[in-house]
């Protein structure tokens, strides 16, 4: 799919949010067979529906300034030894989103916000 359908999903949502408000938007965590072996990621369908974004543990805000919706999606520290040995592509260099934040920076940016959790 076109990048530009997952914008104009998220700048829909105008009509939706309330001015100066924030939708933060969980992504799926993997889910684990056993100690080293995960099944399949099946991202949650509102988090791919508004960003297309299969990286696990990831989270989306979606905030509505007023005159548009601006997005940040924060994603976990990559751990670049299990990428090196499990050859994982990195998905996060195939998308396309104005700002990337590792999850821990949520925690800092939440309390400085108004938030609705879907």
Same mark, same amino acid.
């Given at each position: 799919?076109?990048?530009?359908?997952?914008? +104009?999903?998220?700048?829909?949502?105008?009509?939706?949010?309330?001015? +100066?408000?924030?939708?933060?938007?969980?992504?799926?965590?993997?889910?684990?067979? +056993?100690?080293?072996?995960?099944?399949?990621?099946?991202?949650?369908?509102?988090?791919?529906?508004?960003?297309?974004?299969?990286?696990?543990?990831?989270?989306?805000?979606?905030?509505?300034?007023?005159?548009?919706?601006?997005?940040?999606?924060?994603?976990?520290?990559?751990?670049?030894?299990?990428?090196?040995?499990?050859?994982?592509?990195?998905?996060?260099?195939?998308?396309?989103?104005?700002?990337?934040?590792?999850?821990?920076?949520?925690?800092?940016?939440?309390?400085?916000?108004?938030?609705?959790?879907?």
């Amino acid at each position: 799919m076109e990048k530009i359908i997952f914008k +104009n999903r998220r700048d829909s949502l105008i009509k939706h949010l309330p001015k +100066n408000s924030a939708l933060i938007v969980p992504g799926a965590d993997l889910q684990y067979r +056993n100690a080293d072996s995960s099944y399949n990621l099946r991202q949650e369908s509102s988090f791919y529906y508004l960003s297309g974004f299969c990286e696990p543990s990831s989270l989306m805000v979606l905030v509505n300034n007023g005159k548009s919706i601006d997005s940040i999606i924060f994603v976990p520290e990559k751990d670049k030894l299990k990428e090196e040995l499990l050859k994982i592509a990195p998905e996060i260099l195939k998308f396309s989103q104005p700002v990337w934040l590792r999850i821990d920076e949520f925690k800092k940016q939440k309390k400085q916000h108004e938030f609705f959790v879907l």
